[in-house]
């Protein structure tokens, strides 16, 4: 048994810069003459790692040398894959890891299976198996057995817990012994487990049989046991070390004993962890990791280098300071000036997160203008990583985002996306839209020629939605004259568009086929396109051993939650000198001016999040780290941050939901600073942000009063126009003169117009054919391709209101319907008058009355007698002056047929109403006066508006009724109110 040495275990202060001094201390220790650093092999936390610890070789190395084999042996983020170190020779005892995609869909089987009627469907199932998987990985990397959840330490707690609890730890165990049983009967493990056992294989060989060459594990600080006894082992080697990233050397002893237990248990059978525990303090989960290495901090020595970025040394010690637990933390009152010194760092808090973003943009601009100099944006909000990506543009200044971007982001993963809600939506407009627009389709020269044939179906889809499938939309192509190009298109989506359910990787295998039809080689040809070809390799080879079976409704939410983890780097070619990190990704690096940005509660540190599945008291009782662990590593990732020798710290007073509160780190460096606070603030990169988004203050909008001059007014008038120039002329200008029409949205909901053109419409072919008005009404639905929610909620209305029409016209039979919705015009001082009558009812006497069919409340007698209502005086000016040549003679009845609700209907809709002053109204205008002020006011707007040159004024009238269709086009809000 070879002898054992003092374990070799060291700490590379925050100031120093750990990558750096890292190389600078290796370098002269294990470097040959010849063979360089190859003999070394470096044990590092993650593949990002990796890669920093290279560029410090290659900063450090000057001519270039031999570096050292560098293996990855996990990162202390559980949400991270689980590296394995390497699979040494004689390890083939050690069963093959299964495959995570493989596990998450078993156990959405297991999990239907369990839970029988009471499973989630579809994309819930599938996310409530990858909690499951994440809380049995959670307690494998603690080399927690499923056997320790029916020990007497667990049971009695459970005991106590809520029932819904306690069904949830049964079902967990029930689950993963299931699970475990399939594991056995093929051989395999999971892939925690097999790490573990692998760290414990090589930590057995080694300790047998010292390599003859370096071992050093650097930066890793995941306190897994399994890992940790490995390190002490790599810390014991004859040519061994284990360097460890800013444990706090110079903490009094009794400050690091307030930190808790840390997993060393005072008495037998005491919980690892009590509540008791500071696991929010940034050394504490170092702490665990020397217990669990049985490492005393005595024994830990300072590592001798500096990096070339290192801060003054005084910074460790304000950082230490900084990070005092409760008890410790009333030193701050007396705390010298040498222990809080934070000479270096600035705070900056902005008002908004685009203005941060602008901010720091103009920092890191300022930066990169000095030679040499390195600058890294540390934070672990995405949106705002992106913000500041797109602002350094503005310089053409090209900064990657390590962290990647989610694959749902990606023009290609959002082909794939879109694709599966076309099959969960059934070709609905706006999934129909959005598919076929993505940048990817038809990608390259003959793109033009697609989107003008895009935006024709665009142009007749908007309304409301039609019915689902792709055979309304061969109508409504046909309508806009694209059918031959839909006729190309609809074959590639028709294998999405079906009911039911399919095996999930034949669901991946006809969206691939249809996104590769649409998109060709562009589809999978970009970095974003090689990680979704990974991403739907791996999904469907695994649905189909699982045989997993997804309904069309559910496959873009479960597609969606599974690329969600998935992200996608970006390729090389970014500034040299910029770099953006999120949280896991900033380990280990180092740059003259790190920004520490998105500094508020919920962002960094995030929320807590309390395990689904097995209660606080379950996991405290079986010895694994609470929620609230992940703040001390987020506090650990700020305080090696904050040992840059330039450090601003940002964030913003609001975000999207509303105001937003500090960081409890960013009040602990206020708090430190106290009254030196001013002096730390930093305002310059704030103000030119705001400056960068000023201009010159904009003279008061005035209220628009457009003058067409005499041709251009001469616009042949509507009877409805009539009413929206007298109400609001500039409503009547950008309508009928520049012909601005609003149009509808895709996937609109049905409002007043649409149900009123379906009215008109059966309304009309019943006057004419005489047909039953159901039978009629029936046929109109189909024919306009509603929905058929929509044709559910708004046909029994609509037959009970066509069913009081039908009773009250033949109530009143020697009243005669003559005309329906029959068009006529009329010349009037040099001006067509047009308009559209409902129907026109010939009376005993002869005279005619004028109805005009409404599907919601009529205009009231005031706004009538204001002149702002006019229709029904002016088709009865139009009947008696020719307008429609079928029926000339005297109008004397003027009446609104609304198909609104009514007490009073005997089928609860429809009633009649009437502009007329008449028994005891009091608003209108009298009968024998209603065509004569039809004329008056017919005559005013003529003269004023169209043979004059009156201005088009906008809210003339603003009690008017009208509508907001031309509010923005007005401008309506940079005015209104401050006419005079």
């Known amino acids: 048994m070879p002898e054992r040495i003092h374990p070799q275990v060291y700490s590379i202060a925050a100031h120093r810069g750990f990558a750096d001094a890292l190389v600078a201390g290796l370098i002269p220790r294990y470097s040959d003459s010849e063979l360089g650093l190859a003999r070394l ?13 290279q560029e410090a070789f290659v900063r450090a190395s000057g001519g270039g040398m031999l570096m050292p084999r560098m293996a990855v042996v996990g990162d202390l983020d559980l949400d991270e894959t689980l590296g394995v170190l390497l699979d040494p020779l004689g390890a083939a005892d050690i069963p093959p890891a299964v495959d995570p995609t493989r596990r998450w ?8 299976a369990e839970m029988g009627d009471d499973a989630p469907r579809g994309s819930a199932l599938l996310r409530l198996a990858s909690e499951f998987a994440a809380t049995m990985d959670r307690l494998l990397v603690e080399d927690i057995g499923p056997q320790e959840l029916l020990e007497e330490r667990v049971m009695g707690v459970v005991g106590d817990l809520a029932e819904h609890w306690q069904r949830a730890v049964h079902r967990f165990a029930r689950v993963q012994a299931i699970w475990l049983a399939e594991l056995a009967a093929t051989g395999t493990i999971d892939a925690a487990a097999r790490r573990n056992r692998l760290f414990d294989h090589a930590a057995t060989q080694w300790r047998n049989n010292p390599p003859a060459t370096p071992i050093v594990a650097a930066g890793v600080t995941s306190a897994a046991p399994a890992l940790a006894r490995l390190l002490r082992v790599v810390s014991e080697l004859p040519l061994g070390a284990v360097i460890l990233p800013d444990l706090d050397l110079s903490m009094p002893q009794d400050v690091w004993g307030e930190l808790g237990a840390a997993g060393a248990c005072v008495n037998p059978g005491d919980p690892p962890f009590s509540e008791g525990d500071a696991v929010t303090h940034p050394q504490y989960h170092l702490k665990l990791l020397l217990n669990r290495m049985g490492i005393n901090r005595a024994e830990v020595q300072q590592w001798h280098r500096k990096g070339v970025a290192a801060a003054p040394p005084e910074r460790t010690h304000a950082i230490s300071s900084l990070f005092l637990p409760p008890q410790a933390s009333k030193i701050w009152v007396d705390l010298s000036a040498e222990k809080r010194r934070l000479s270096g760092v600035r705070v900056m808090e902005t008002a908004n997160p685009e203005e941060e973003a602008q901010a720091i943009a103009l920092l890191i601009r300022e930066a990169v203008s000095v030679p040499e100099r390195r600058v890294a944006l540390v934070t672990p909000d995405r949106p705002l990583a992106r913000r ?3 602002h350094l543009r503005r310089w053409n200044l090209e900064a990657d985002d390590t962290a990647g971007r989610p694959l749902t982001l990606t023009a290609a993963g959002r082909v794939l996306l879109q694709l599966a809600d076309i099959a969960a939506q059934r070709a609905a407009p706006v999934s129909l839209i959005a598919a076929l627009a993505n940048p990817l389709v038809r990608y390259g020269e003959g793109r033009g020629e697609w989107l003008r044939h895009l935006r024709a179906l665009d142009e007749q889809l908007r309304g409301p939605r039609p019915t689902p499938g792709l055979t309304p939309v061969a109508d409504i192509a046909d309508e806009a004259k694209v059918a031959d190009w839909w006729a190309e298109v609809s074959p590639i989506l028709a294998p999405l568009c079906q009911d039911g359910s399919l095996p999930l990787a034949e669901w991946l295998n006809r969206l691939a086929a249809a996104g590769e039809a649409l998109c060709g080689d562009a589809l999978w040809s970009r970095e974003d396109g090689r990680a979704l070809a990974q991403f739907v390799e791996d999904l469907r080879l695994h649905a189909r051993d699982v045989g997993t079976v997804l309904e069309a409704d559910e496959l873009h939410a479960a597609l969606s939650d599974a690329m969600e983890g998935n992200s996608v780097r970006p390729p090389y070619g970014g500034h040299p000198r910029v770099a ?21 509660e919920g962002t960094w540190p995030a929320r807590p999040a309390t395990d689904p599945l097995l209660a606080p008291a379950v996991l405290r009782a079986l010895g694994v780290p609470g929620a609230d662990f992940r703040i001390g590593l987020a506090a650990h990732d700020l305080a090696a941050a904050l040992g840059a020798p330039d450090v601003v710290l940002s964030r913003a007073r609001r975000d999207e939901g509303g105001p937003a509160i500090a960081s409890r780190f960013l009040l602990r460096v206020q708090a430190l600073l106290g009254d030196l606070l001013d002096r730390h603030v930093e305002t310059e990169a704030v103000q030119l942000a705001r400056a960068l988004d000023d201009a010159p203050s904009a003279l008061p909008y005035p209220q628009p009063e457009p003058r067409p001059d005499a041709q251009q007014r001469k616009v042949a008038l509507s009877v409805t126009g009539l009413d929206r120039l007298r109400a609001d002329p500039y409503q009547f200008y950008a309508g009928s003169i520049l012909r601005l029409d609003e149009m509808d949205a895709l996937d609109a909901d049905p409002g007043p117009a649409w149900q009123g053109e379906l009215a008109h419409k059966i309304l009309e072919v019943w006057h004419k054919t005489g047909r039953p008005i159901a039978d009629i009404a029936e046929e109109q639905l189909a024919q306009m391709h509603a929905h058929p929610l929509t044709r559910a909620l708004w046909r029994p209305r609509l037959l009970k209101a066509l069913e009081w029409v039908e009773g009250q016209i033949a109530a009143d039979p020697v009243r005669i319907p003559t005309l329906f919705e029959e068009w006529g015009s009329m010349e009037w001082n040099g001006v067509t008058i047009r308009g559209r009558i409902d129907r026109l ?35 009865g000016l139009m009947v008696e002056n020719g307008g429609f040549a079928k029926a000339i003679g005297k109008a004397t009845r003027f009446e609104y047929w609304s198909l609104g609700r009514s007490d009073k209907s005997e089928t609860g809709f429809g009633y009649v109403t009437t502009p007329i002053r008449e028994g005891a109204k009091r608003s209108g205008i009298a009968a024998d006066a209603f065509l004569p002020k039809a004329r008056e006011y017919l005559d005013d707007a003529l ?25 923005q086009l007005m401008r309506l809000d940079e005015w209104m109110g401050r006419e005079q």
């Open 41 to 53: 092999t470096l044990l590092l936390p993650s593949t990002r790692a990796i890669r920093t610890v």
């Open 105 to 112: 869909l078993r156990l959405a089987e297991i999990l239907r």
């Open 388 to 390: 500041v990506v797109q």
């Open 580 to 600: 953006i990190y999120g949280l896991i990704e900033s380990r280990m690096a180092r740059a003259d001016l790190v920004i520490c940005a998105g500094l508020n």
């Open 841 to 875: 009812d010939r009376l005993e006497d002869g005279s005619y009355a004028v109805v005009d069919y409404k599907t919601g409340r009529p205009p009231s007698g005031a706004q009538v007698e204001a002149g702002y209502a006019l229709q029904l005086g002016t088709l």
């Open 943 to 967: 003269n004023r508006w169209i043979l004059g040159d009156e201005p088009f004024t906008a809210r003339l009238n603003p009690d008017a009724p009208g509508y907001a269709t031309y509010d």
